[in-house]
């Protein structure tokens, strides 16, 4: 059988491996079961892992790659548009936010922006919602710029720009990363395939 022990340092599980089980990394690109190449034991809970690679950056650094908790505190932030407008967390106090965490680069946070659309044209308008995009790219406006301009949605929420500079603060660890906040705190923190449906549900709940 597998043993599993409650410990704060990072183990190899040792024992039969399940033929099939969520790979962490992969899961949080929206990914299903597959078969693990190996298992980590760390803080009561057991990792898997498709590859070794994985594994051996996982026992190196696994803060690294494990859920932020919430609720948690919402980092203040101050970051521009592309028009050159700055937008700050203090300025969207009262209002419920979805903070979408993306880059032009990363395929499921592409797909998943005209779902947040849709919200932000269902909710906006009663003053106490909005989406707020922040992008991860690099580049900044040189990158976004020119990608929004070729989307076929025309996004009607906050695109900010510059987001590297706060991801890891606001407990991002991969894209795309989209967080619900209400009064400074993040109350949900959804990574991978989103899930507009569940989504929308919990801005509803709290609106």
């Given at each position: 059988?597998?043993?599993?022990?409650?410990?704060?340092?990072?183990?190899?599980?040792?024992?039969?491996?399940?033929?099939?089980?969520?790979?962490?990394?992969?899961?949080?690109?929206?990914?299903?079961?597959?078969?693990?190449?190996?298992?980590?034991?760390?803080?009561?809970?057991?990792?898997?892992?498709?590859?070794?690679?994985?594994?051996?950056?996982?026992?190196?650094?696994?803060?690294?790659?494990?859920?932020?908790?919430?609720?948690?505190?919402?980092?203040?932030?101050?970051?521009?548009?592309?028009?050159?407008?700055?937008v700050t967390l203090e300025s969207l106090k009262g209002k419920l936010l979805l903070v979408d965490f993306w880059a032009t680069w990363c395929v499921p946070c592409v797909k998943a922006m005209p779902e947040l659309q849709k919200l932000q044209v269902k909710y906006a308008a009663k003053g106490n919602f909005t989406v707020i995009g922040i992008s991860l790219d690099e580049e900044g406006a040189q990158k976004v710029v020119p990608f929004l301009a070729k989307s076929k949605t025309k996004f009607t929420y906050p695109i900010l720009l510059n987001g590297e500079t706060?991801?890891?603060?606001?407990?991002?660890?991969?894209?795309?990363?989209?967080?619900?906040?209400?009064?400074?705190?993040?109350?949900?923190?959804?990574?991978?395939q989103i899930d507009g449906k569940e989504i929308e549900r919990a801005v509803q709940t709290r609106l």
């Open positions: 059988m597998m043993r599993t022990l409650f410990q704060e340092k990072a183990q190899r599980v040792t024992g039969k491996l399940p033929a099939k089980a969520l790979c962490l990394i992969c899961s949080q690109s929206g990914e299903g079961e597959e078969k693990p190449a190996g298992a980590v034991a760390y803080k009561g809970k057991t990792y898997y892992f498709c590859n070794t690679g994985e594994i051996e950056r996982f026992l190196k650094d696994p803060e690294a790659y494990i859920p932020a908790p919430v609720p948690r505190p919402a980092p203040p932030f101050a970051l521009k548009t592309p028009s050159g407008a700055t706060i991801w890891q603060a606001w407990g991002v660890k991969s894209v795309p990363s989209v967080l619900l906040v209400k009064d400074s705190q993040i109350l949900k923190h959804w990574s991978g």
